[in-house]
């Protein structure tokens, strides 16, 4: 799989409080625009770089790579790699946008990655993401996606049609602890 994409956009990604009168704001927000060439590169199908900006998408978990799934004749990295490939494709159109999400004033860091929504015009990455199965809905950060969650499950759509754990499962019988963190 290409992981890193050359596109067509340039993201203003200015974050520092010393240069806010420089950020591109919509309502509000801070926005990572498309605009010129940049660097893209795909970590799994809830993780990406932007230039040298990390940006976890908001209110979903994805297959990490090193989390088998099971699909006869299909590798074991089968859904990491299927939910990379899927945003991937999303991050390559050139209306690729994410929205910082605030946080006591602040662009919300966790782990040293942005908290982003992000879209392609009016299209949600997240849902989209959820609904087609190629991540799940992450239920530390509320409802806004279990609809979409149902609807792959019973469809069997994506990583709804494997053998398979969750991803904080996953996370959690690897680290070996009683930790209730994802």
């Not at 050359?6 to 625009?33: E, G, R, Y």
């Not at 239920?139 to 991803?167: C, F, R, S, V, W």
């Amino acid at each position: 799989m290409k992981s890193i994409l050359q596109i067509a956009s340039i993201f203003a990604l200015f974050i520092s409080p010393a240069i806010a009168q420089t950020q591109t704001l919509q309502n509000d927000k801070l926005i990572v625009k498309a605009g010129s060439e940049s660097t893209i590169e795909i970590v799994d199908g809830d993780t990406l770089w932007v230039g040298n900006h990390e940006i976890r998408l908001y209110g979903i978990d994805a297959p990490e790579a090193t989390q088998s799934c099971i699909v006869e004749g299909l590798s074991r990295n089968y859904c990491h790699t299927q939910a990379s490939k899927y945003l991937e494709n999303l991050a390559a159109n050139t209306e690729f946008e994410c929205e910082f999400k605030d946080k006591d004033g602040k662009p919300w860091i966790r782990y040293g990655r942005y908290i982003a929504d992000c879209r392609v015009g009016s299209l949600d990455v997240s849902k989209e993401l959820v609904r087609n199965g190629w991540a799940y809905a992450d239920p530390n950060y509320g409802d806004a996606y279990a609809t979409d969650q149902e609807y792959a499950q019973k469809n069997k759509l994506g990583i709804h049609a494997t053998e398979h754990k969750a991803p904080w499962v996953w996370r959690k019988e690897k680290r070996g602890d009683s930790c209730s963190c994802k």
